[in-house]
């Protein structure tokens, strides 16, 4: 009960209108005026609700509460100024007045160090500024792709052209090495006894070189194709296709004997057609530089690394001097002389090209007379 | 000239005269004539052009045929000879010196009946001129003669 008069009229004091002699014109100035505040400041709370649901940038969290509470509480003391015009209930308007106190610290608290973060924030010439310059780096940006599409588009056309070029080298260039080929024959058989020893060796020499140039041509667009073959992977047995090209060897020289050593399988994930490329060129080239020995050995098999499977073919024929390794991978790079053993010296090329494409790597050991030994991997990560 | 003869569509002397010579060594005795660009083939086997109102022979007992020829190429031939009723079934060896992938397929895919590298070594190519004498020849039964359709 004491609460309460306290409350609406704690001391026995007199409504405001009393101080205001109930002047009909100072009421109505004075109830107009705090009522027209005091639903001005009820709204505002619905429009910083209305603007923080439109645009999310605009949280500011608490603080966005704190001051919509410090403004209805401001609402509610010019409200209640009302009401105290005629009910001098002065106890509940201090107490309003303090919610609102301390609703005002608060805000102020949080809004101060606010500041400077609304300030960071960029201004709209600022932003103009930025959007211009990304206008401008989109547009850039456009204009290198162009650049590029263009460039891609003469790429594609040099490679179409590249294409065609190697196609003429098998068909053209050939042709006429067929003829000095097949009339150095022609030659040796219908006027082979008007023609004396020298001259035949002389023709032997013609026919040699019309088909170590054949040679040189195939062995080239071999190289060309697989460099813009497309990569089929496919599960495949280095085995397998090692078996064929050792058989095809024991073919070619019958009299040549070698033992062929290999483990049961070797899978891989890799282009069948490519790989046996690869296991060829080694496997002749082994076959090739083991010729002349008595115990020829040429090996195929992997050593385990502990993130990559190294593949090898190992031979124990001449060897060669680790000192010209670095030519072993370059095309028409030879490191014996034709006398001594036949090849064009792009062999190897093919066969690091096609290592290359599949993301391994290839590389030698050798020693002058001991042999040699091809390691490689094709790019299968663990 | 008779149906029996065989047409060789190469437009390098050199290579013909390799290839005259081996088809003969291999004792091919059959007529062999000669076409040196795709047109001058087309209007030999459909009397057409400096053929035209020359007597009907009948179609080759075997069609040689190179691939890159003056005029019209040789898979162009090839097509144009699969598509006319007296050409459809004649027996044609692509003989060429590419081994390019695409090329055999347009070939057979055009309905080439074989394909062959011609070989730089004179040696191996007589080899292969001999084996195709003596397989397309003598072994293989060529189709029937067709009776020439009146148009």
Known sequence: ?382 | MNSNYVFLVEDNPTDEALTIRSLRKAAVTNEIIIARDGEEALDHLFMTGHHAGRAYVGPPALILLDLNLPKIGGLEVLRRLRADERTRMVPVVILTSSDEEQDLLDSYGSGANSYVRKPVEFGSFTDMVHQLGLYWLIVNQGPPQVPLMKS
């Not at chain 1, 022609?186 to 040699?208: K, N």
């Not at chain 1, 194709?225 to 047995?237: G, H, K, N, Y």
């Not at chain 1, 020995?293 to 190294?310: F, M, N, S």
């Not at chain 1, 290359?356 to 030994?373: D, F, K, L, S, Y």
Request: charged share 20%.
């Open chain 1, 1 to 382: 009960m004491q609460l309460w008069n306290w409350l609406f009229d704690p001391v026995g004091l007199t409504a405001h209108g009393f101080c205001l002699s109930w002047s009909p014109a100072l009421m109505v100035l004075h109830a107009g005026s705090d009522a027209v505040i005091a639903l001005s400041y009820f709204s505002i709370p619905f429009a910083l609700g209305w603007l923080a649901s439109q645009r999310e940038d605009f949280r500011y969290g608490w603080v966005i509460y704190a001051f919509g509470a410090f403004i209805l509480a401001c609402g509610a003391t010019h409200a209640f100024s009302i009401v105290t015009l005629w009910v001098p209930a002065y106890g509940i308007e201090g107490v309003i007045k303090f919610v609102t106190a301390i609703l005002s610290v608060t805000t102020a608290l949080m809004l101060w160090p606010l500041v400077p973060r609304l300030v960071a924030l960029p201004s709209t010439a600022e932003l103009a500024r930025l959007n211009n310059e990304l206008r401008k780096e989109v547009e850039e940006r456009r204009r290198a792709e162009e650049a590029l599409r263009l460039a891609n588009q003469s790429i594609e056309s040099k490679n179409r052209e590249l294409e065609a070029f190697s196609y003429s080298v098998a068909h053209d260039l050939r042709a006429p090495l067929r003829g000095i080929d097949g009339f150095s024959q022609v030659l040796l058989e219908d006027y082979g006894e008007q023609i004396d020893a020298e001259g035949r060796s002389h023709l032997g020499h013609v026919r040699r070189s019309a088909q170590h140039m054949a040679q040189l041509i195939d062995d080239l667009l071999s190289l060309a194709r697989v460099s813009r073959a497309e990569l089929r992977l496919a599960p495949t047995d280095l085995v397998a296709i090692a078996c064929d090209a050792v058989a095809e060897l024991r073919l070619a020289r019958p009299d040549v004997a070698v033992t062929f050593v290999c483990p049961d399988k070797l899978p891989v994930l890799a282009d069948p057609g490519l790989m046996s490329i690869v296991l060829a060129n080694l496997l002749s080239n082994a076959w090739k530089f083991t010729r002349g020995r008595k115990d020829a050995q040429i090996e195929l098999g992997c050593l385990p690394q502990a993130d990559e499977t190294v593949y090898f073919v190992r031979d124990n024929g001449v060897g060669f001097n680790m000192a010209y390794q670095a030519k072993l991978f370059v095309a028409f790079q030879r490191l014996h002389a034709p006398g001594e053993f036949e090849g064009t010296g792009i062999g190897l090329a093919t066969v690091s090209r096609i290592i290359q494409r599949h993301g391994g790597q290839i590389w030698a050991e050798a020693q002058v007379g001991q042999g040699a030994t091809f390691y490689f991997t094709i790019g299968e990560r663990r």
